[in-house]
């Protein structure tokens, strides 16, 4: 094939690789990619590993939880943790710290996972202990109802006397932003109360992707969460290769919705066209799991107007190293599963999946039969040139659709 190139950031979390994706010399292709920002250097980080010891220092607890997000997130606190654990050790007393991941109801995280997630260093003190949160075992009472559900914790998180939020803040399709608050709950809850949030999305009650300021989802879950004490907050921004761009610590709530203003700039593109023939959306870093990549919608869900015509192709491509993945509440057998059906705001366009490892009854588990699924390139690319027959295709390509927004501006 007489082609050029571009390429996707692919396989986060297991490999964390490049793809070459080759097509026609003919197509214009337009990569829309982050704004340019440097990474957080490691003084930085250390210089907030310093702040919050001096935090715990002052409060003297003798139990500290660190709720962190899990690999459906794309920061890995690793560093982080390293320092902590190396300035905590020479606290008299040394307190004991209990890092529970918040999962929701994903799956829990093997050994090597975690060591991904938070490093070696937390396995290796013995004033340390790790924990997968397990919303059938692990949860307590917290003397609150949302209606009549009582709203439950997960414990080691509730018994500590210093708890700490560890969480990215990326683009999250009804609550805003992802991380903050929501680390809590649904993160750390009982499985009614994650149905009751993901039910106020079914039923509407939820603001546009990247609004944290009118969105009724964050507001009764603010409210809640202000009667469920965390003392710090520590929150960061990713990068298109998964690296922390930004990070800022402080009290919960004025933290987090500070961090959320400097996210949408930087989690935002600007279009050069006003309309594409193909868009292609790769869902980077949340293409583990099948039941994950829908968020490579983002872009989409974020456009003040369509970028697309009534033409326009989709394409979405993911690893999913993990195979179709774990969600207990929208996942197949799931308490909120729905039968796959067409995107209301994509109506009558076709979308193509280039989803490599996946195979055709898995994805019909996922996503609309009328949909696609490719697992060779060089046949959806020919499938694309079949169906637009133009002498030229323009293309834009979104490298990490699953955290990028569109400008108001297009």
């Known amino acids: 094939m007489n082609s050029l190139s571009f390429r996707l950031p692919w396989n986060a979390w297991y490999g964390d690789e490049h793809k070459e994706i080759h097509h026609p010399r003919n197509w214009q292709i337009e990569v829309a990619h982050l704004p340019e920002i440097k990474p957080v250097q490691t003084d930085a980080i250390a210089r907030e590993v310093g702040r919050l010891i001096a935090q715990v220092a002052n409060r003297n607890p003798g139990e500290i939880a660190i709720a962190v997000d899990d690999l459906t997130r794309p920061i890995s606190y690793a560093f982080f943790f390293e320092q902590f654990l190396k300035e905590l050790r020479l606290l008299d007393p040394v307190p004991k710290l209990k890092i529970v991941v918040g999962l929701g109801t994903h799956r829990p995280l093997n050994r090597p996972e975690l060591e991904e997630k938070i490093g070696t260093a937390p396995f290796q003190h013995a004033f340390v202990s790790v924990h997968n949160h397990d919303y059938h075992h692990d949860v307590i009472p917290v003397d609150i109802e949302w209606g009549k559900i009582p709203i439950k914790i997960n414990r080691h998180f509730m018994e500590a006397d210093f708890r700490v939020i560890m969480s990215a803040v990326v683009p999250h399709p009804f609550a805003g932003f992802s991380g903050g608050p929501k680390m809590v709950l649904p993160g750390l809850s009982n499985i009614e109360v994650t149905r009751r949030t993901h039910q ?3 039923m509407g009650f939820v603001g546009k992707i990247g609004n944290v300021r009118e969105n009724k989802f964050r ?4 409210e809640f969460m202000q009667k469920i004490p965390v003392d710090y907050f520590v929150g960061f921004l990713s990068g298109e290769g998964r690296e922390c761009i930004h990070i800022q610590a402080g009290e919960l709530f004025s933290t987090y919705y500070a961090l959320t ?3 949408r700039k930087q989690y935002t ?9 193909v868009v292609w959306l790769n869902a980077y870093p949340k293409d583990t799991e099948l039941l994950q990549i829908d ?3 983002n872009p989409v869900l974020s456009a003040q107007k369509p970028f697309w015509n009534e033409e326009t192709i989709f394409v979405v491509s993911a690893a999913c190293t993990k195979g179709l993945g774990v969600h207990d509440l929208f996942g ?3 308490k909120l599963y729905r039968p796959p ?8 366009h076709l979308i193509l999946f280039f989803l490599p490892g996946i195979q055709p009854d898995t994805f019909q588990q996922v996503f609309w039969s009328g949909y696609e699924l490719h697992n060779n390139v060089e046949a959806l690319l020919n499938r694309i040139s079949t169906l637009l027959q ?3 295709l323009d293309v834009v390509v979104f490298p990490v659709a699953s955290i990028q927004l569109i400008s108001e501006d297009g």
């Open 200 to 202: 106020m999305a079914l």
């Open 219 to 222: 507001k009764i879950l603010d």
């Open 261 to 263: 203003d400097v996210a």
């Open 269 to 277: 593109v600007s279009l050069n066209r006003e309309t594409y023939d």
């Open 295 to 297: 968020t490579a919608f």
């Open 332 to 334: 197949p057998g799931g």
């Open 341 to 348: 059906r067409e995107k209301r705001l994509l109506k009558n």
């Open 390 to 392: 133009k002498p030229g």
